[in-house]
């Protein structure tokens, strides 16, 4: 990311693509978990909030935002990894 940028460039764009794309399926991977106590249902509207984060998340265009949002998912991974949600 280039120093003193506030909106990010489609190099920076393109950098994190992956990584975003990995977390966002790593954490509805762990919704599938067994560990999990939720029931379908459940299970179905936490991937549906998921869902929505990252869709508003992919129109971003702060570099502050997109670190916010790739934090913000490694910690709730973290969480969802320990089997326990918040």
């Known amino acids: 990311m280039a120093k003193g940028v506030v909106w990010a460039t489609a190099e920076d764009l ?8 990995s977390l966002y399926r790593q954490i509805l991977r ?3 978990s067994p560990d999990l106590p939720l029931t379908p249902a459940a299970r179905l509207a936490k991937k549906a ?5 990252f869709l508003f998340g992919s129109e971003e265009r ?3 935002n997109i670190a916010d949002l790739i ?7 973290s ?3 320990k089997g326990c949600l918040p």
Do not use: C, F, M, P
């Open 14 to 21: 393109a950098r994190n693509r992956g990584k975003v794309l």
């Open 30 to 32: 762990s919704l599938n």
């Open 49 to 53: 909030e998921v869902r929505t984060i």
């Open 62 to 64: 702060s570099l502050h």
């Open 71 to 77: 934090d913000a998912t490694e910690y709730s991974l």
């Open 79 to 81: 969480i969802l990894k």
